[in-house]
């Protein structure tokens, strides 16, 4: 393979000059005719530069890591699926982790941005943990970009319009005769768009939400707070569940505690994954813009990496409803 000593060499120049030639360098003190020389040296020799060193020198890896709680989450696969495309366009690789040491606070996470492993991070926080306190653990916030877990006043931030998929949600369970509408949240104090956007449609229809759980976003939290709701004797006709994996528990414990959906119990989920459709009845959820989210955080990444200021952005793109089985008309 040629090397940089071979270019310099074959043009007759020292190997700084003819890195610095190479490099684009405007200040290297060097005549029109060298700089020609080492160019038609390095296209014979067909020299290729060691991205990696160069890389090292500029304090780049042109890598970004996404850190998401779980990555068996069916939800983090579209967002992936946009951060590695647009990652990818920008001249960036795309790491993932999801262990408890790529989380904010724990020794790995530390490493990742201290070390340079990586030019940045997009960073989904746990459900449940402190928005502040994760920024405050943060070594360098400011190549880090909350997705969905923010704002905080010094990192970047790029959200879903989850008021607007709430509603939206509420709204269609409202147009099919519902007005007994519970809701499904996140831990107490996350998710609080959600729930504004649940009020807001029941506010419009003169009515006010008087059946809320909040006890996180994953399968067994759906069936706990099914449990809590539909086991009272003044239980509601349906739920917006604040999350599709939450609303595959909430399916198996209705199924468990014999109430039938949608003949007895309405079910519509924020967040559209293909094997809502396999379930028995199939879910009706809202569709979110996963992939202007992926692409609007490594957009806003990169503007950090490259010095600019804190932002935080939410995302226009469409919410849909897709119609499944699991909502019936009154």
Same mark, same amino acid.
């Given at each position: 393979?040629?090397?940089?000593?071979?270019?310099?060499?074959?043009?007759?120049?020292?190997?700084?000059?003819?890195?610095?030639?190479?490099? *684009?360098?405007?200040? %290297?003190?060097?005549?029109?005719?060298?700089?020609?020389?080492?160019?038609?040296?390095?296209?014979?020799?067909?020299?290729?530069?060691?991205?990696?060193?160069?890389?090292?020198?500029?304090?780049?890896?042109?890598?970004?890591?996404?850190?998401?709680?779980?990555?068996?989450?069916?939800?983090?696969?579209?967002?992936?699926?946009?951060?590695?495309?647009?990652?990818?366009?920008?001249?960036?690789?795309?790491?993932?982790?999801?262990?408890?040491?790529?989380?904010?606070?724990?020794?790995?996470?530390?490493?990742?941005?201290?070390?340079?492993?990586?030019?940045?991070?997009?960073?989904?926080?746990?459900?449940?943990?402190?928005?502040?306190?994760?920024?405050?653990?943060?070594?360098?916030?400011?190549? %880090?970009?909350?997705?969905?877990?923010?704002?905080?006043?010094?990192?970047?931030?790029?959200?879903?319009?989850?008021?607007?998929?709430?509603?939206?949600?509420?709204?269609?369970?409202?147009?099919?005769?519902?007005?007994?509408?519970?809701?499904?949240?996140?831990? /107490?104090?996350? *998710?609080?768009?959600?729930?504004?956007?649940?009020?807001?449609?029941?506010?419009?229809?003169?009515?006010?939400?008087?059946?809320?759980?909040?006890?996180?976003?994953?399968?067994?939290?759906?069936?706990?707070?099914?449990?809590?709701?539909?086991?009272?004797?003044?239980?509601?006709?349906?739920?917006?569940? /604040?999350?599709?994996?939450?609303?595959?528990?909430?399916?198996?414990?209705?199924?468990?505690?014999?109430?039938?959906?949608?003949?007895?119990?309405?079910?519509? /989920?924020?967040?559209?994954?293909?094997?809502?459709?396999?379930?028995?009845?199939?879910?009706?959820?809202?569709?979110?813009?996963?992939e202007q989210l992926g692409r609007a955080a490594v957009a806003a990444l990169v503007r950090r990496i490259d010095g600019g200021e804190v932002e935080h952005l939410t995302v226009e793109g469409d919410v849909e409803v897709i119609e499944r089985g699991s909502v019936r008309e009154l």
């Amino acid at each position: 393979m040629t090397t940089l000593k071979d270019v310099a060499e074959h043009s007759g120049v020292s190997i700084s000059i003819a890195s610095r030639i190479l490099n *684009g360098d405007a200040s %290297v003190r060097a005549r029109q005719e060298t700089k020609d020389r080492v160019v038609r040296s390095a296209e014979l020799l067909r020299y290729v530069p060691n991205s990696a060193g160069r890389n090292l020198r500029r304090s780049r890896t042109n890598l970004i890591a996404l850190v998401v709680p779980d990555v068996t989450n069916a939800t983090f696969a579209g967002l992936a699926s946009a951060i590695e495309s647009e990652a990818v366009g920008r001249g960036y690789l795309m790491l993932l982790g999801s262990s408890q040491e790529a989380q904010p606070g724990a020794p790995g996470f530390a490493r990742v941005l201290e070390e340079r492993r990586v030019d940045g991070v997009i960073l989904q926080k746990h459900d449940g943990a402190d928005a502040e306190l994760v920024a405050r653990s943060l070594s360098d916030p400011r190549r %880090v970009v909350f997705v969905n877990s923010g704002p905080v006043t010094e990192v970047s931030s790029v959200a879903l319009p989850d008021r607007a998929a709430a509603r939206l949600a509420t709204e269609y369970l409202q147009r099919h005769g519902h007005e007994c509408i519970g809701f499904v949240g996140g831990l /107490a104090g996350t *998710g609080t768009e959600r729930e504004e956007g649940v009020r807001e449609a029941l506010a419009a229809a003169g009515s006010a939400l008087e059946f809320a759980t909040h006890l996180g976003y994953t399968l067994a939290a759906g069936r706990d707070a099914a449990r809590i709701l539909l086991t009272r004797p003044n239980r509601p006709t349906a739920l917006v569940v /604040a999350n599709v994996n939450a609303a595959f528990g909430v399916l198996l414990e209705a199924r468990e505690l014999g109430i039938r959906v949608p003949d007895e119990l309405s079910i519509i /989920a924020i967040h559209d994954v293909e094997h809502a459709a396999l379930t028995d009845p199939g879910l009706t959820t809202v569709r979110m813009p996963m992939e202007q989210l992926g692409r609007a955080a490594v957009a806003a990444l990169v503007r950090r990496i490259d010095g600019g200021e804190v932002e935080h952005l939410t995302v226009e793109g469409d919410v849909e409803v897709i119609e499944r089985g699991s909502v019936r008309e009154l």
